[in-house]
């Protein structure tokens, strides 16, 4: 059997994984990340790529700002861009009530000082003449962004190997126990880590090592289907979301489309598969057409789904462990940690070496799961890949 020592052992090469070594290594820590497959193959490198800040869950935004600051600085920091665009968000609403809601949201975006700009029917039509006539309302947030999610986790994890942090891929912890100095890893290709702190972002199988310190919370797996269609004349520059949850798009530059439809899909973990069912691509586009009629007629060339780790409360767990000290947590990002990754990780290499961090993280600790939580069957039902797509929009 091998042997590595560690200062900080991350379970998951996912963003969150490899954004922690990045700034760890940069602060002189020696970090290694064992990964079960290979860097970004999970959600982390195949979800929308939007970086929205606008809508978000209030106590999320100092978290979401200060991650916004280092997508911003993305190339300085790693050396690639990895297609990071400053596109700006458009948020949609299609009747009045949507409109009170959009309203609600972004005064809630503003009191931590984002710019939104509020929009009407005829400000719309002649801003984007390509929307839809349902469309009755729109929030704009400039500063929101995209970047390609298949290239951002190998490219953060190639600037942490270039300050010293070791991969370990296709290698899965099987053994993980608390030592009087940290933590001792074992995997099953007889791999042993000595390190003094442990993260775990194992995303969807998080709860495998969490449970392994008696800690417990309703994670279950799923994934958003997403779609890209042919492509068509560039015409569509800002990433486009209904308030109503039905559908999410962005046009890139090459004129393909994409797309993501909800409900969502439910996944299997154990078979690494997340299947997208005919009728939910069918009610995508059905959607895409409302808002953008001008895009009906787009062929879908591929679709994919990812196995991601949900919450019913939707908000993540992040921080420290409440049974073993010495071991953070930082999964079910219910398909949000793609803009919050950077700041996660930022953050909890301030927790590991500063022992606090000066962003909030209250609302994320695993306490809150203390006590058992029931799902409700309504909600699961979302997530139900048997399901027929709902008469009425998911809320997504």
């Known amino acids: 059997m091998s042997r590595l020592a560690a200062d900080v052992a991350i379970i998951g090469g996912g963003l969150v994984g490899c954004w922690t070594a990045f700034f ?27 970086l929205r800040l606008q809508g978000r869950f209030p106590g999320q935004y100092p ?9 911003e600085s993305l190339a300085e920091l790693i050396g690639e861009s990895c297609e990071f665009e400053r596109s700006g968000h458009l948020y949609l609403a ?23 700009e509020r929009l009407g029917p005829a400000d719309l039509r002649k801003r984007w003449p390509w929307l839809g006539r349902e469309v009755a309302a729109a929030t704009y947030s400039a500063r929101d962004a995209t970047a390609n999610p298949r290239l951002v986790t190998p490219a953060v994890a190639r600037a942490a190997k270039a300050l010293g942090v070791t991969v370990v891929e296709n290698a899965r912890v099987t053994e993980t126990v608390a030592t009087s100095s940290g933590f001792c890893l074992r995997t099953d290709t007889g791999l042993a880590i000595d390190c003094g702190h ?16 008696g800690e417990r919370a ?28 039905s559908v999410i798009f962005r046009q890139i530059p090459r004129g393909n489309v994409i797309l ?12 690494n598969h997340a299947p997208v069912p005919p009728g939910k691509t069918l009610a995508a586009m059905r959607a895409l057409a409302r808002v953008a009629p001008v895009l009906a007629g ?30 953070f947590h930082a999964f079910g990002f219910c398909g949000h940690g793609f803009q919050i990754g950077p700041g996660v990780g930022l953050c909890l290499s301030e927790l ?31 997530f139900d890949a048997l399901a027929p797509p709902p008469a009425a929009p998911g809320t997504g």
């Open 24 to 50: 760890l290594a940069r602060r002189g820590q020696r970090v290694v990340i064992v990964e079960k497959g290979v860097v970004g193959a999970q959600s982390s490198g195949v979800n929308f790529g939007n």
């Open 63 to 71: 978290l979401s700002l200060r991650s916004q600051e280092i997508w």
């Open 94 to 116: 299609y009747d009045e009530p949507e409109a009170q809601k959009l309203a609600g949201y972004a005064a809630v975006s503003e009191s931590y000082g984002l710019a939104i």
């Open 198 to 213: 442990l993260v775990n972002a194992a995303g969807a199988w998080a709860m495998e090592i969490a449970e392994r310190f």
């Open 218 to 245: 309703p994670l279950f797996p799923a994934g958003p289907p997403q779609f890209v269609t042919e492509p068509f004349p560039y015409l569509i520059e800002p990433s486009v979301q209904a308030i109503d949850g």
């Open 260 to 271: 993501a439809g909800y409900p969502r899909s439910a996944a299997d973990p154990v078979a």
């Open 298 to 327: 787009c062929h879908v060339i591929r679709v994919w789904s990812g196995i991601e780790g949900y919450l019913p409360d939707m908000i993540p767990v992040i921080g420290e462990s409440q049974t073993a000290p010495g071991l």
């Open 352 to 382: 590991i070496l500063d022992g606090a961090t000066p962003t909030p993280l209250a609302p994320f600790s695993i306490e809150r799961f203390k006590a058992e939580v029931e799902v409700s069957a309504k909600f699961r039902a979302e």
